[in-house]
């Protein structure tokens, strides 16, 4: 915990850049009926039945010194899915860092030993000596910015039926670009002190 929380004081540094990642899962649900149509006084009305269209996943990273996120929609969410996605974090978003300090939780998919299920060593251990990963504690996801910048996503964006996952791919792509034009980061106040107060039972009793 002390960890992610001393990761959230340091100043932005180019060269090694702080990028919270998280996962959600998202069920397509699709329209049996056509809406029908807001008019004066009265809203746009959906019927109660729905169709189910499987359900997709949204990998969101987030920079928060930047002002910077970046969300890819996947059909499944292994650990190969998840290789790629960090590839694309050391290859394509920050192609000049020298190591990208990144937090996230202890999934099962987020391990080193995934970038080898993907890709041949050398190009596994490429992207591994390029990325600097930081775990959060069990029970202790709320730690991780990405969780949180997932619940506004959920919130602005995702909080209604959508029907495939060209559609979804379509809606975050607009809410990401939205939301990155205006640079929105986020003001995170809890600090180590803050832990060593509220969290108290959590740490270990030493007597003198």
Known sequence: MEDTLELYTEEEDPRYPLVC?????????????????????????????????????????????????????TAHRTRVDWAYFMRDLVDVHFPTAERIRVVLDNLNVHIRAALYEAFAPDEARRILRRLELHYTPKHGSWLNMAEIELSVLSRQCLD?????????????????????????????????????????????????
């Open 160 to 208: 209604r039926r959508i029907p495939d996952h060209e559609t979804l791919q379509r809606e975050v792509a607009a809410w990401e670009t939205e939301r990155n034009s205006k640079g929105c980061s986020m003001n995170w106040r809890f600090t180590t002190g803050d832990a060593r107060i509220k969290l108290k039972r959590l740490y270990p009793s030493i007597e003198s």
């Open 21 to 73: 990642m998280d996962e959600a899962p998202k069920q397509l649900v699709g329209e049996t009926r056509v809406p029908l149509p807001a008019q004066p006084g009265q809203v746009e009305r959906f019927d109660y039945e729905y169709q189910r269209n499987g359900v997709a996943n949204l990998f969101l990273a987030f920079a928060p010194l930047r002002g910077w996120r970046h969300i890819v929609v």
